[in-house]
C-alpha cells in the first residue's frame, strides 16, 4: 500500500488493515501505545468514521485522521468536516501527509461539555463528535455539566432541557452568567412548549429539535465552535 511505504519511509511504525474489522483485532492484539488511526472514509462494511468509534473504545486517547478522494456531500453524509483538520483530500504527497499527521497529534482537540441524562442519546452524541474531531465530556446532568464546565476550558455546552437535579433551563441560565461567550446547544423534543419559550427568551442559545440527525448536529456544533 502507497500511504504506508509513505509513512513507514517517514519513520512511523505501520499497522495495515483492509478494512474495519481487522483494524479493530490489530487494536486490540498490538501491546504498545497507537497514537492515531488513519482511514479512508468510504469503505465496503464499516466505514472509516464507524471503524474509528469502535477503534476509541479500545483506545480512547487515540486521534484520528481521514483521508478520501472523495469531497461534498459523500464526506458531510459521514460526519467528515472536509475543512477540518481531520480530513486530507487525495491525492496527497509524503510531505501534506507527514504535515497533516504533525498538526493532528500536536493539536489539541476541541472540548464540547455534553448533558443528558438519557445515556443512549449521550453516547449517539459523544461518538460523533469524537469521531469528528472534538473531544467530549460526558455529563448525566446539569449538576456534573457544570463542575466539568468549571474545571476546563471547553468551546461548547450541548445540554438537553429535561434532566434531573439541575435542568438544561437551570443549567443554561447559570452558564451565561458565569461564561457569557461560551455558546449554547438546547436539546428538546418540539412538543415542549417550555423549551420553546426557553430558547426564544435567552440570547445566544440556539435549540436542536429531536430527532435530529448528524448531519445536522455537526453543522450545527460546526458554526458555533468554528
Known sequence: DLTSKMLSRSGYEVLQACNGTEALEQCRLFSRPIHLALSDVVMPGLSGPE?????????????????????????????IRESGITFLEKPFTPASLNQKIAEVLRTAPDTIVVADDDESILDFISSILEVAGFRVLPAANGVEALKLLQESGC?????????????????AIEVQREFPSLPIIAISGASNLRAVSFATELKDVQLLEKPFDKERLLTLVGQLVE
Open 51 to 79: 471503524t474509528v468509534i469502535r477503534l476509541k473504545s479500545v483506545r480512547p486517547g487515540m486521534k484520528a485522521l481521514f483521508m478520501s478522494g472523495y469531497v461534498g456531500d459523500t464526506i458531510s453524509q459521514h460526519g
Open 155 to 171: 468551546r461548547l455546552l450541548i445540554t438537553d432541557l429535561m434532566m434531573p437535579y439541575k435542568d438544561g433551563i437551570d443549567l
